[in-house]
């Protein structure tokens, strides 16, 4: 039975250091806090569908170092498979974020070991994505590696959920092979090559990259909401009023949100209704991974 959900991505050590402000250069500036959470846009997004409750596969690497170690223990703890996670000589991936009080997200990445996936990763991981309906991509691994593994969830007959995030140039034929690709609004813009500010811009936006990419287009704008074309069918899904406290992983939590419900069967703009609620209980909690929610606690916000 396709009853899977197979994420093919990052997995990152993530330090999260709450700023007052940016530090001028030169400037060493005493931060507020510091947090150190698994995160990497890929186990990210497996773990918000795992703890939807959907069988989420995990395919990537780790290095051998005590941050794999703490990576593995987190996706498994809420039920992401991470036999396809495999640990190579390079150090585990990192993310460095500066988190200011007024929710603006500086964040750099150490590739590390995500960098090391390979072809054959994905190649073992063929008899998994016979089993899997929807297989999700980042960028956040080298981009032949990715278009590998579109083509390969394709000729296994899944349907293929791009993240393009973080923006960068991508082939047209590897963004046409999929069937979903997800932007915030500034990947929008990257991608569109112009500002994609306000619903407005984001529903033109969407009918355009739908168009020339021959997929469906989410593009989510923060508190404002999100966009989504279906089939050329576009609609504006509005976020959910709470209050946020840490924005960190909305857009992952989205994300898995999306993969639960397209999985019971939902279109793909009942899935982002669905999925806006899952962020909206993400961004009222500290961290990414711990904050995302549970089936249960989605349950009100979505009723
Ligand atoms: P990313 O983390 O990829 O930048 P966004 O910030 O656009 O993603 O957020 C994704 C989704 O999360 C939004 O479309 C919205 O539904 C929800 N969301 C984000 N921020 C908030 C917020 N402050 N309040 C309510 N919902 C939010």
Request: include cysteine.
């Amino acid at each position: 039975m396709r009853d899977k959900i197979t994420v093919v991505g990052s997995l990152n050590y993530d330090i999260v250091l709450k700023i007052p402000r940016l530090p001028e250069c030169g400037e060493t500036l005493p931060a507020d806090d510091a947090a150190f959470s698994p995160g990497g846009k890929g186990a990210n997004q497996a773990v918000q569908a795992a703890k939807l409750g959907v069988p989420v596969h995990m395919v990537g690497c780790v290095g051998t170092d005590a941050h794999g170690d703490v990576l593995l223990e987190a996706a498994c703890k809420y039920g992401v498979d991470t036999a396809h996670v495999r640990r190579c000589g390079e150090p585990t991936g990192m993310g460095v974020i500066n988190a200011m009080e007024d929710g603006s997200v500086f964040a750099c990445i150490v590739r590390g070991a995500n960098f090391a996936v390979t072809k054959e990763d994905i190649d073992r991981a063929e008899e998994i994505l016979k089993e899997t309906f929807l297989v999700v991509l980042q960028m956040e691994i080298p981009q032949e590696i990715n278009g590998y593994a579109i083509k390969k969830a394709k000729e296994c007959g899944c349907r293929v959920l791009l993240n393009a995030a973080p923006a960068e140039e991508i082939p047209l034929d590897y963004l046409q092979m999929c069937d979903i690709i997800v932007l915030n609004e500034v990947e929008a813009g990257f991608y569109l090559n112009t500002d994609v500010k306000n619903e407005e811009d984001a529903r033109k936006g969407a009918a355009l990259l739908a168009e020339k990419y021959g997929t469906d287009i989410i593009i989510t704008l923060g508190k404002a909401g999100a966009v989504v074309s279906e089939q050329g069918d576009v609609t504006f899904i509005p976020a959910n009023k709470v209050e946020a406290i840490e924005t960190t992983g909305a857009g992952d939590s989205f994300i898995g949100g999306v993969g639960y419900a397209l999985r019971n069967g939902q279109s793909l703009t009942d899935a982002c209704k669905f999925a806006a609620c899952c962020s909206a209980v993400t961004v009222c909690r500290l961290g990414a991974q711990d904050s995302m929610p549970f089936l249960e606690e989605v349950g009100k916000l979505a009723a």
